[in-house]
Each structure stands twice: as structure tokens, then as C-alpha cells.
């Protein structure tokens, strides 16, 4: 396992097109996931735990990751995983819905929703928790890979994943269901960069281009039914130009 783990992460930390990204990145989450996990756990929660989340799958927006990925590409691994899962919308979100639900079950008194500094505050705890419990590190690479198993929320699965060697970083979304679509993708992202179609899946691939980086993501895409499953962000800062 673990030479099959190093073959994906050298992979992952080479140009290839973005298709082999999004299954390089899948594969490799599934060797670090923890055991047992599957897409379907969230069902066998206790009743009563969940939480109503106003967190939408089209709320999320790959472009506004970049940013944190950026910044994650300069840090070593825990610290840039820190800056692109406590920046991420839907963790906040997911994590919001966690610490209401248990006050709510413990009795004790929930933050007002207009009292967001002591709710931020409890988020940004429980985020460094899940990034200090949850960290994997093989072949001086770091993964955290964590469950969204409450429902009802859009999604399933989220992950970063940040390499000592190499200042790329890389983000990913698991969708919970199939109530996200490849048209709601085009309607939000416009028409794809480029398009690929393999065995299991179709993918829309999308692109951004700056001075200091170049970010990609891509969306795997059931050919079947259109339904988007999963969503690979990666970023790799440029080189800087010497001036003569």
C-alpha cells in the first residue's frame, strides 16, 4: 500500500492532464481514508443528531479556494492545511451545524447567530482539532481526509493534501447526492476549458491563470445521469522570472 501510495503522490506532483489529477487525487484520499468510511455512513447516525444545514452544493464556488491554496503552497504541511480547510466555506459550514446540533442536544445555551465571534472562535477550534487529529503524512506528503457524515448536507468527503517537496496544494469535495448537476456546473462556471470522457466518468475541467500561479479544477461527472460526484482543486505557484 504504501509503495502504491507514493506512486500516486510523485504522480500528483508532476504536470499531467487534469482527468488523471481528479483520479490520481481520488485514489490516493481512498489509501489515507480512514477504514470503514463510505459515502453512505451518514445514515447510521443516532437519531436526532443532525442538523438542518442552509449550506447548499451550489453555494460552493472553486474559485474562491484559490486564494487559500496559494497561500497553503508557501506553508509546510500542516500549516497549509490549516489555511485551505479553515477558509473553506463548507467545513465552516459543516463544523457550524456540528457545534449547534450538540448544544442544542446537551441542553447548553447555542451562540446567538448574531454572536458570530464566539461561534467563529468555536469553529476555528474544532477545525484545528480535525486538522491535528486527522493528519497523515507518507513520503513527506500530509492529507487530511475527513467525513462529512451528517445529514442532511451537500456533501460527503472533504480533503486537502500538501506536499514538503513541492509547493503544490490540492482540495477536494466528495457531493453527497446527485442533486448537483453538470448543467447547474456550466450555468455557475460557464462552458468547460476542455471536456474528457473515460470508462466511469466525464469531466469539465476549468482553469485559472495568474502571474504567480496556475490553479485547476476539475469535475467528475456521472455520463449517465449528469450528476456531478466529485470536485479536485489543484494549484501550482509559477516560478519567478528573473529580471536582467
Known amino acids: ?24 487525487l481520488s485514489l490516493l484520499l481512498s489509501v489515507f481514508a480512514p477504514s470503514g468510511f463510505s459515502e453512505s455512513d451518514g445514515g447510521n447516525q443516532p437519531p436526532g443528531t443532525s442538523a438542518q444545514s442552509e ?5 460552493f464556488d472553486w474559485r474562491q479556494m484559490v ?20 477558509n473553506s466555506r463548507v467545513l465552516r459550514a459543516y463544523v457550524e451545524d456540528e457545534v449547534r446540533a450538540e448544544c442544542r442536544r446537551d441542553k447548553h445555551p447555542c451562540p446567538a447567530k448574531n454572536d458570530c465571534s464566539v461561534l467563529n472562535e468555536e469553529v476555528s477550534k474544532r477545525i484545528d482539532e480535525i486538522v491535528r487529529e486527522g ?31 513541492h509547493p503544490d496544494a490540492y482540495f477536494m469535495l466528495a457531493f453527497a447526492d446527485r442533486s448537483y448537476t453538470a448543467a447547474q456546473v456550466q450555468e455557475k462556471y460557464g462552458a468547460p476549458r476542455d471536456t474528457n470522457v473515460s470508462q466511469w466518468f466525464s469531466v469539465f475541467k476549468y482553469e485559472l491563470e495568474s502571474p504567480d500561479y496556475t490553479s485547476k479544477a476539475v469535475f467528475e461527472i456521472d455520463p449517465v445521469d449528469g450528476a456531478v460526484i466529485k470536485v479536485a482543486i489543484s494549484l501550482k505557484p509559477k516560478k519567478p522570472k528573473h529580471r536582467h
Not at 13 to 23: G, I, Q, R
Not at 55 to 59: I, L, M, P, S
Not at 135 to 152: F, G, Q, S
Open 67 to 86: 486564494p487559500y491554496l496559494f497561500v497553503a503552497a508557501a506553508l509546510p504541511g500542516e500549516q497549509g492545511i490549516k489555511a485551505v480547510l479553515e
Open 1 to 24: 500500500m504504501f509503495l502504491f501510495a507514493s506512486a500516486m503522490i510523485s504522480a500528483l506532483l508532476t504536470d499531467m492532464n487534469a482527468a488523471t489529477l481528479l483520479v490520481m
Open 135 to 165: 493528519i497523515l503524512r507518507r513520503h513527506k506528503t500530509a492529507v487530511v481526509d475527513y467525513p462529512l457524515e451528517r445529514r442532511p448536507f451537500p456533501f460527503s468527503e472533504i480533503a486537502a493534501v500538501k506536499s514538503e517537496n
Open 55 to 59: 449550506f447548499a452544493a451550489d453555494d
